[in-house]
């Protein structure tokens, strides 16, 4: 498994969660990390992205709320979500794109959160 996601969960309206989503070496170390979400029925979107260098970028729907980082010494990308909404309920995706152009998907995340 090159990218693996964990922290999703049932969480009330308000709440905070964090999801973790390790990488093997290789692909952390040359890649821009990006955090996705799709909700049933929906379209997958993307939520943040970080490159290489720890630049981040979110989404407005999200910012202010959500934070991407990543631990280049563990080979992980955190997405700390605060302030959760329902609409927030989502399953979330790790995603990861090499400067060489390949891209690699985590197996996703369940978040769902009850108003």
């Known amino acids: 498994v090159q990218l693996q996601a964990s922290g999703g969960g049932l969480v009330q309206a308000g709440g905070s969660l964090r999801l973790s989503c390790i990488a093997s070496?290789?692909?952390?170390?040359?890649?821009?990390m990006a955090w996705y979400r799709q909700a049933p029925g929906k379209q997958r979107e993307v939520v943040a992205t970080i490159d290489k260098g720890g630049r981040a970028n979110s989404k407005d729907f999200v910012k202010g709320r959500f934070t991407i980082s990543r631990d280049n010494a563990t080979n992980t990308v955190n997405l700390r979500m605060n302030s959760l909404k329902p609409e927030d309920s989502a399953v979330y995706y790790c995603?990861?794109?090499?400067?060489?152009?390949?891209?690699?998907w985590g197996q996703g995340t369940q978040v769902t959160v009850s108003s």
């Open positions: 995603y990861a794109k090499t400067t060489r152009g390949l891209a690699y």
């Open positions: 070496a290789t692909i952390f170390k040359s890649s821009t």
